[in-house]
């Protein structure tokens, strides 16, 4: 999967703060602010990144009354980008989010962007899973095809951003099944295990998974800012 990388905006001249390189702020600053409250995520952050060398994260949970980030763009990477700017902009420092869900081809990409609130904002995750099943209730086994999305954004207080992406491919079983994992875990079926996400141990589940995917390469796009004083696709 390709890294993108926003482009500068022009430079507007003279009383305007100049556009700094992204790669300065992880150089000289050192810090990578999570934008994100989510213990898991940053047990599993901390875990992919903790052999870049210098580089200090710091949960967002250190910063007292940041802002509220509407996740209302129209794609994963719209969402993950407004967060991770949003973010930035508050503290100051290189900031990262990510924004992920679950993709069915037969369902026109639903549930999506809204994979989240996906059968209403009040709604479990049995609630979403049902709502899928019976949403996919008659489709044949050859049209089930589905898989987990994940973008992470990585954005400088400067507005520069590039993104990192995750995918890990499967189909939606007939039934809810396994105890393990979270979310749409129990109806994503991986036709290579024969078993459903919610079935994998946590180890491999984290070791495979859309975000692990995106992660390792966020990694290594930082591993590169970091020796190379540049970004590199």
């Not at 609130?117 to 479990?124: L, P, Q, V, W």
């Not at 078993?195 to 998974?209: G, Q």
Request: with cysteine.
């Amino acid at each position: 999967m390709a890294i993108f990388i926003m482009p500068a905006a022009r430079d507007p001249g003279p009383g305007h703060r100049q556009r700094i390189p992204l790669n300065h702020w992880l150089s000289h600053i050192m810090k990578l602010v999570i934008a994100t409250n989510n213990r898991n995520k940053i047990i599993e952050i901390q875990d992919k990144f903790e052999d870049v060398p210098g580089l200090e994260l710091v949960p967002l949970g250190r910063y007292p009354d940041p802002p509220e980030i509407v996740e209302d763009g129209e794609t994963f990477r719209d969402n993950a980008e407004k967060k991770a700017r949003g973010i930035a902009a508050f503290t100051g420092h290189l900031s990262m989010a990510d924004d992920s869900g679950l993709v069915i081809d037969a369902l026109d990409g639903r549930p999506g962007v809204y994979s989240a609130r996906y059968a209403g904002e009040s709604a479990t995750d049995e609630d979403r899973n049902r709502t899928v099943l019976d949403e996919m209730r008659g489709v044949p086994p050859a049209q089930r095809a589905a898989r987990f999305v994940c973008v992470i954004a990585i954005c400088g207080p400067d507005g520069r951003c590039v993104f990192t992406e995750g995918e890990c491919g499967g189909v939606i079983a007939e039934e809810i099944k396994g105890t393990r994992g979270f979310g749409y875990d129990p109806i994503f079926f991986l036709p290579g295990r024969g078993m459903t996400m919610a079935e994998l141990p946590l180890e491999e589940k984290n070791r495979i998974s859309h975000r692990a995917k995106a992660l390792e390469k966020a990694r290594d796009l930082l591993m590169r800012m970091e020796h190379n004083g540049d970004l590199k696709a």
